[in-house]
């Protein structure tokens, strides 16, 4: 039935594939990464300027009108670093999903095609065993498709929340911006 070539092509395929994933997984933490050690040391440079504007302060006035004035940057900096970190986390699973689907779709060509040169050496009187086997192999089928689906939502639903985040932040910066101008 299986052939040593098509155990070796499959196992070739398998390797391919870890490397594949291990090449995403390395990409992605190389770009978190970058973007980590990018917000550190911007953070640096933040905190550093505002220590030295508030070293100049005269009063407890000032004091509070430079700290106002920095909540602004300073949520516009986390928003872009959480929505860099996002984009990159969701682009490796977008990658993630494509070979996942890819895959999948392989396989299954693949083991309808097994399924259907075992048949024609089915025994006579196994037509039962073989439409369970059938019905089996669409109902799995059927469960995978459902799953994808559901990823599919699941990653939708996190970019709304996102952005429902993003605007909030948005929304509040606004706010508090406007409410240290009036003092």
């Known amino acids: 039935m299986f052939k040593i070539d098509q155990v070796t092509a499959a196992n070739e395929a398998a390797i391919d594939q870890f490397a594949y994933f291990a090449k995403l997984s390395v990409a992605n933490a190389e770009k978190l990464a970058e973007l980590g050690l990018t917000s550190a040391r911007e953070s640096v440079e933040f905190a550093t300027s505002h220590a030295q504007s508030l070293a100049g302060a005269r009063d407890v006035q000032e004091i509070f009108a430079i700290n106002s004035q920095a909540v602004e940057p300073a949520m516009k900096r986390a928003y ?3 929505r860099s970190a996002f984009e990159a986390a969701s682009e490796t699973g977008d990658e993630f999903k494509r070979a996942f689907e890819k895959q999948g779709a392989e396989y299954n060509q693949a083991a309808v095609a097994a399924l ?23 109902a799995a089928q059927s469960a995978y498709d459902n799953a994808v689906s559901m990823n599919k939502t699941f ?6 929340a996102v952005e429902q985040n993003v605007a909030t932040v948005k929304k509040a910066t606004t706010k508090a911006t406007a409410k240290s101008k009036r003092k």
């Open 155 to 160: 990653y939708d639903n996190v970019g709304r």
């Open 116 to 138: 259907e040169e075992a048949f024609k050496y089915a025994p006579a009187g196994s037509e039962t065993v073989i439409g369970n086997v059938k019905s089996a192999f669409a």
């Open 80 to 82: 872009a670093l959480s």
